[in-house]
C-alpha cells in the first residue's frame, strides 16, 4: 500500500503558504489539496474570488468549515490519497482534531510552518490576493494568539520570501524522505 500523509501548512496570514502549497501539489502524485478559504465560501455560497462579509468568520463558521475538511480528508485517506489542508492553523488547538485524524488513520500528520518578516507580509496583504480576505487586522489578531511553529507536530520550517519552487522542491524530499522512514 502507498504512503499516505496529511499535511497542515501553518503561519499567519500572507506568509506564502498557498503560494508555497501551489507549487508543492505538482510534485505529488495523487494528493488533493483542501483550501479553507475556499471552503468557507462555498460552504457559505459565495465565489471564492469574493469577498466573504466578516460576519461569516465566527466560531459556527469555522467549525463547519473544518468538519467539512476533516470529513472529506478522511474519506481522500481511505481511498489511498494523500491531503494538505491549505489554513493558517495557528493554534493547536485547531491542529489537534487533524493530528487526531491523522492518529485514527494511522498515517503520519505533518506541518508546513511558513513564516515571512513582518514588512513582507504587510505589503502582500495590501495588495489584492485571488482568495484570502485575511488583512492587516485579521494578521494582527492572528499574531497575537499565534503558537508557532507547530511544536506537537513533526514539522518543516519554510521562509515564505524565498523562491517557492526550490522551497516545493525541499518540502517534498523532506516529507518523501519522513513518510518512508515512518
Not at 13 to 31: I, N
Not at 133 to 147: L, S
Request: no cysteine.
Amino acid at each position: 500500500m502507498k504512503k499516505r500523509f496529511l499535511l497542515l501548512t501553518v503561519g499567519l496570514p500572507g506568509a506564502g503558504k498557498t503560494t508555497l502549497v501551489k507549487h508543492l501539489v505538482k510534485l505529488f502524485e495523487e494528493v488533493v489539496v483542501y483550501e479553507s478559504d475556499v471552503v468557507r465560501k462555498r460552504l457559505a455560497g459565495y465565489p471564492a474570488d469574493r469577498p466573504l462579509p466578516r460576519h461569516l468568520y465566527n466560531p459556527e463558521m469555522n467549525e463547519r468549515t473544518f468538519t467539512f475538511i476533516r470529513n472529506g480528508a478522511r474519506e481522500d485517506l481511505r481511498n489511498g490519497r494523500s491531503v494538505i489542508v491549505d489554513a493558517t492553523f495557528t493554534r493547536a488547538e485547531y491542529r489537534r482534531p487533524f493530528v487526531d485524524l491523522g492518529l485514527e488513520m494511522g498515517i503520519p500528520t505533518i506541518g508546513l510552518h511558513v513564516f515571512a518578516p513582518e514588512e513582507v507580509i504587510l505589503e502582500r496583504l495590501k495588495r489584492p490576493r485571488s482568495v484570502s480576505d485575511a488583512d492587516y487586522e485579521v494578521y494582527r489578531a492572528m499574531k497575537e494568539t499565534a503558537e508557532l511553529p507547530p511544536e506537537e507536530i513533526l514539522y518543516i520550517s519554510v521562509d515564505g520570501t524565498e523562491d517557492p519552487i526550490s522551497s516545493a522542491l525541499r518540502v517534498f524530499t523532506w516529507i518523501k524522505g519522513l513518510v518512508r522512514a515512518l
